[in-house]
C-alpha cells in the first residue's frame, strides 16, 4: 500500500475539519455507548459524501488517517474504513452513500443487465430507473452511486447504434468480472 504525502493528508483533514467539525465534534469520547459513537460515524459519513459526491480519491490509509485525526483508536478506523465503498476505474477512490449498498453487485449488474436494459427519458435517467431499481426505488443513493461511479472514471456517455441515441455506458475492470 502506497502512503499518501503528508501535505496531501493534511489538507484533506483540514478541508474535511470545516465540514464536519460542527456537526459530529472531535469524534467518540471514551466511555459513550455505542449508539453514540454509530451516530456520529454516521453524521462522518453523510459529512463525507456530501462534501465528497464523487468519492474520496486516494488509498484506504489516508480514510484511516483522517478517522485517527477525529478521534477513533487506529483499531475503530481500520475497522470503519474497510466498511467504505471503493469504486475501481481510471481514477479510483473510496465512494460514501447516505445507506449501505452491496456496490459490488450493483457494478455487476451495471456490467452484466445494463446493456440489455432500455429505460425511457433520456440516458442519465435510464441509468438511474435502472439504479434506482435496483436499490428498492431510492433514487438518492442511486444519485449517490451514479456520481461516485462517475468520479471514479467507469461512466461514458456515448451514441448507441442499437437505441439510436446516445447512453450511459459502464466500464469496470477485468478484476471485477473475475468474481461475477
Known amino acids: 500500500m502506497s502512503k499518501i504525502p503528508p501535505e496531501t493528508g493534511q489538507a484533506l483533514v ?14 467518540p469520547a471514551r466511555g459513550k455507548e455505542p449508539c453514540a459513537h454509530q451516530n456520529g460515524l454516521e453524521k462522518l459519513a ?8 464523487q468519492g474520496l480519491p486516494g488509498e484506504r490509509d489516508a480514510l484511516v488517517t483522517l478517522l485517527v485525526q477525529k478521534g477513533y ?5 481500520v475497522a470503519r474504513a474497510l466498511e467504505a465503498h471503493f469504486l475501481p476505474g481510471e481514477k479510483p477512490r473510496f465512494a460514501f452513500t447516505s445507506r449501505p449498498v452491496d456496490l459490488n453487485a450493483l457494478m455487476r449488474a451495471l456490467d452484466q443487465e445494463y446493456p440489455e436494459f432500455v429505460g425511457e427519458g433520456d440516458e442519465e ?4 430507473d435502472f439504479l434506482a431499481a435496483r436499490l428498492e426505488g431510492d433514487r438518492q443513493v442511486a444519485k449517490e452511486v451514479l456520481e ?7 461512466v461514458e456517455k456515448a451514441y448507441s447504434p442499437e437505441l ?7 466500464r469496470f475492470p477485468e478484476a471485477l468480472r473475475l468474481y461475477a
Request: one cysteine or more.
Open 125 to 128: 435517467e435510464e441509468a438511474l
Open 164 to 170: 439510436v441515441r446516445d447512453r450511459l455506458f459502464f
Open 14 to 27: 483540514e478541508k474535511l475539519q470545516v465540514h464536519t467539525l460542527t456537526s459530529i465534534g472531535a469524534g
Open 73 to 77: 483508536s487506529h483499531q475503530e478506523a
Open 148 to 154: 461516485a461511479l462517475r468520479g471514479a472514471g467507469c
Open 46 to 53: 453523510a459529512s463525507l459524501q456530501q462534501a465528497y459526491p
